[in-house]
């Protein structure tokens, strides 16, 4: 078994033939089609570093980093979505995932990130590498009858505004832990190439003449002429807004036996849970891929993201990573701000996945522990999480 490390290159993709090539080994990889990667690669290049394994002259693996922001506390902490990661099945068990993913968090971090999200086909390799589990993305099943009597004070529209569209969702998404603040380019990339054979649409909910929601979705047929909505994003910032956008997905129900949001679209605990008048009967849900978080720059993240204004404390911290080692780090967090600064005691000792975990809002420290994932006393733990209580975590961006 090929086990030279050294033998692995990677580097940037040089011109369409290695991004062709690239485009076959991730569509043989996770079934897909060549043709539709290759309209995405291309249409992300101009945005997106796509980084290529070579192993014995031959194009076997690859990523991308997505350049974006995440939010925390309220703030945007500057990060590099992590996506199209695959080695080609011959070539699997040789070293170069791990190889992908040392290059990865070097050259997210030398591109000035201090996160790097990703949704895992494996949890596995991701973890082996320091990243850790935030959530199960969810896809909720809802049959579409149920949604036909909502109604909203507005219009919807088809179409809306991508700008305004955007500037809404970025002043929304900053209540929760781990949105994305997404380049007004994402949707070329993430939305837009798509599948041909796939019709989407997007429509967006007026009052007046403000935006106030959207809901971006595709229409798949299935068996017995139905057609199932698959609902990418859903975002509302009023009642109106709320009650008017599933009644429209819900006036579709003549042809329409359910609706899909996917990808975690609406938070776990959905609000449907509360204005459904059966919602265990109308609401099937299903798990899917793990939203994964990893920090690649502790000074940057803890510094960049809003903590809390009442949170006060300190906590000494020895933080295991295995791409960058052992490192002993002090966080001090007042008025809302973090700082960090070498040494301190490693009162609490925890690999760098379990922190980007609590720094994400998803697992409490002393959950951690609990877990076998941290390591402290009781007093310690409690003042860790004293930080950073409050924080709801939600991933509602797909990449």
Not at 40 to 63: F, K, N
């Amino acid at each position: 078994m090929h086990r030279d490390l050294s033998a692995i290159e990677i580097r940037d993709a040089h011109g369409d033939a290695e991004r062709r090539r690239f485009a076959e080994v991730d569509a043989e990889s996770f079934a897909g089609h060549a043709a539709t990667n290759m309209n995405w690669l291309i249409a992300a290049a101009p945005h997106a570093p796509l980084r290529l394994a070579h192993l014995d002259g031959q194009v076997v693996g690859g990523y991308m980093l997505l350049p974006c922001g995440q939010f925390f506390g309220g703030k945007s902490v500057p990060a590099q979505g992590v996506t199209a990661v695959a080695v080609h099945p011959a070539w699997r068990r040789r070293g170069v995932a791990g190889a992908l993913m040392r290059d990865c968090v070097a050259l997210a971090r030398e591109q000035g990130a201090a996160l790097a999200p990703l949704h895992a086909a494996t949890v596995r390799l991701y973890r082996r590498w320091g990243w850790e589990v935030c959530s199960q993305t969810l896809r909720q099943v809802v049959r579409t009858p149920a949604l036909s009597a909502f109604t909203g004070t507005g219009t919807v529209r088809a179409k809306p505004d991508r700008h305004a569209l955007e500037a809404m969702r970025r002043a929304h998404l900053a209540q929760w832990d781990g949105p994305l603040d997404r380049a007004d380019w994402f949707l070329s990339v993430e939305w837009d190439p798509g599948d041909s054979g796939t019709p989407r649409f997007e429509y967006g909910w007026y009052e007046g003449d403000r935006l106030t929601g959207y809901v971006r979705y595709e229409s798949e047929r299935q068996q017995g002429s139905w057609i199932r909505l698959r609902v990418q994003e859903f975002i509302f910032t009023t009642l109106d807004a709320l009650h008017g956008l599933l009644g429209f997905l819900g006036g579709q129900d003549s042809q329409s036996s359910d609706v899909m949001f996917v990808h975690s679209a609406v938070v776990d605990a959905s609000p449907l849970l509360w204005l459904l008048p059966e919602p265990h009967r109308n609401i099937e849900v299903q798990g899917f891929l793990c939203w994964m978080q990893r920090i690649v720059d502790i000074h940057a993240a803890m510094s960049a993201r809003g903590w809390p204004a009442r949170a006060a404390g300190r906590v000494d911290l020895e933080v295991t990573d295995p791409v960058t080692g052992v490192e002993r780090v002090v966080l001090e967090v007042e008025s809302g701000a973090g700082r960090v600064t070498p040494g301190g005691s490693g009162a609490i000792k925890c690999g760098i996945g379990a922190l980007s975990a609590w720094y994400s809002s998803a697992l409490r420290a002393q959950d951690a522990a609990r877990l076998g994932l941290l390591e402290g006393d009781a007093a310690a733990i409690s003042a860790m999480d004293g930080l950073i209580a409050g924080g709801l975590p939600w991933m509602p961006d797909f990449f």
